[in-house]
């Protein structure tokens, strides 16, 4: 079983940026395993973000966040990256990593979840 662990989260201004970081642990690192980022605002459902495969590197993002939001992992150190730019008060979520084996956009694709890192954008 992969434990993830999310950190990187907190309180930033508009227009600012920030990294989350999802260190995995566990049983050894498949390389079909594909990481993404979730997020989930109070009184919402939880939503795709961005997905990476672990091997050859192909990339999914959701609308709301192409152009700002850019997913990239370390192999060596088994950690996914979501570097945010430009982010805006509607960015504010909970943003949970998760391990899956296809680069999906749907939540039920993914098996394994970390605890989430809370961010929060004032405007």
């Known amino acids: 079983q992969v434990q993830l662990v999310e950190s990187g989260g907190g309180l930033v201004q508009a227009g600012g940026s920030l990294r989350l970081s999802c260190a995995a642990s566990?049983?050894?690192?498949?390389?079909?395993?594909?990481m993404a980022w979730f997020r989930q605002a109070p009184g919402k459902e939880r939503e795709f973000v961005a997905a990476i495969t672990w091997s050859g590197g192909r990339t999914r993002y959701a609308d709301s966040v192409k152009g700002r939001f850019t997913i990239s992992r370390d192999n060596a150190k088994n950690t996914v990256y979501l570097q945010m730019n430009s982010l805006k008060p509607e960015d504010t979520a909970a943003y949970y990593c998760?391990?899956?084996?296809?680069?999906?956009?749907?939540?039920?694709?993914?098996?394994?979840w970390g605890q989430g890192t809370q961010v929060t954008v004032s405007s």
């Open positions: 998760a391990a899956g084996l296809s680069l999906a956009m749907f939540s039920s694709a993914y098996s394994t």
């Open positions: 566990g049983r050894t690192f498949s390389t079909y395993y594909v």
